[in-house]
């Protein structure tokens, strides 16, 4: 799957569902920055529902809580 890609946030999300993670990566002049892979574990509401709405998931089964 594609990742969410997050322009206010300058921010791509990815989803690792066998592991049952979500990565997060800068976005640098509209490229992916993949030397900044982070687990995401904290997001504001907006970004937990755009995560919840494209993959079709709970963002907490994947250990992402809001903050």
């Not at 990566?25 to 997001?43: A, C, H, P, R, T």
Request: net charge negative.
């Amino acid at each position: 799957m594609e990742p969410l890609i997050i322009n206010e946030y300058l921010t791509a999300i990815k989803l690792d569902e066998e592991n049952q993670l979500l990565f997060a990566y800068d976005i640098k002049d509209k490229i992916v920055d993949e030397q900044s892979e982070g687990i995401l574990s904290e997001v504001n509401e907006v970004m937990y529902h755009k995560i919840s709405s494209y993959f079709h998931i709970k963002p907490e089964d994947f250990g992402v809580r809001i903050g």
